[in-house]
T-cell receptor
Framework: NAGVMQNPRHLVRRRGQEARLRCSPV?????VYWYRQLPEEGLKFMVY????????ESGMPKERFSAEFPKEGPSILRIQQVVRGDSAAYFC?????????????FGPGTRLTVL | GESVGLHLPTLSVQEGDNSIINCAYS??????FIWYKQESGKGPQFIID?????DKRQGQRVTVLLNKTVKHLSLQIAATQPGDSAVYFC??????????FGAGTRLFVKA
């Protein structure tokens, strides 16, 4: 049962370091979404990618954040020069993407703590 | 800003009772709605969805009602069990792939 996998599950970084979050979608899914969740809040959309393409990055900060979904390998969410405000849970979801109502399956998340 | 919100941040019910979780949305163009369950330390789990051309949809112990006139969505859980304790999110989709989540309601089930 290969669902969405994310690693690491927990990541601690000091201010100014880089954080790399990985997401392996459900096998056969070519659509990946990244969300951010602060404690006691809902998920906020960040970016939507298809293989090798960014489709919608309207929820992702213009500075320091980037995402990719290469032809081979997992999707990567990269945060450069992390600040304390980046501390949050980051969730990845994937879908088959045939239609917009395709169910998004979520991974367990990566909890980023910035010291 | 977010267009999906919830009336109650927390809900406490007795085991065996029915639970009703409400959600309001403001985007009349939204045509697809989803309920997710999130347990502590885990990612959201799909529960049930409904399209805007429907008023009601039933699953196993869960029912989603959609009232487009007042832009209201509800999730009903029958015979609530301790395992139903979690945070429940409603989410909407306006036809693209971007899903907008509400703030969530925490459900406590008392044994």
């Amino acid at each position: 049962n290969a669902g969405v996998m994310q690693n690491p599950r927990h990541l601690v970084r000091r201010r100014g370091q880089e954080a790399r979050l990985r997401c392996s979608p459900v096998k056969g899914h070519s659509h990946v979404y990244w969300y951010r969740q602060l404690p006691e809040e809902g998920l906020k959309f960040m970016v939507y990618l298809q293989k090798e393409n960014i489709i919608d990055e309207s929820g992702m900060p213009k500075e320091r954040f980037s995402a990719e979904f290469p032809k081979e390998g997992p999707s990567i969410l990269r945060i450069q020069q992390v600040v304390r405000g980046d501390s949050a849970a980051y969730f990845c979801a994937s879908s088959a993407g045939q239609v917009s109502t395709d169910t998004q399956y979520f991974g367990p998340g990566t909890r980023l703590t910035v010291l | 800003g977010e267009s999906v919100g919830l009336h109650l941040p927390t809900l406490s019910v007795q085991e065996g009772d029915n639970s009703i979780i409400n959600c309001a949305y403001s985007n009349s163009a939204s045509d697809y709605f989803i309920w997710y369950k999130q347990e502590s330390g885990k990612g959201p789990q799909f529960i049930i969805d409904i399209r805007s051309n429907m008023d009601k949809r039933q699953g196993q112990r869960v029912t989603v009602l959609l009232n487009k006139t007042v832009k209201h969505l509800s999730l009903q859980i029958a015979a609530t069990q301790p395992g139903d304790s979690a945070v429940y999110f409603c989410a909407e989709n306006t036809g693209g792939f971007k899903t907008i989540f509400g703030a969530g309601t925490r459900l406590f089930v008392k044994a």
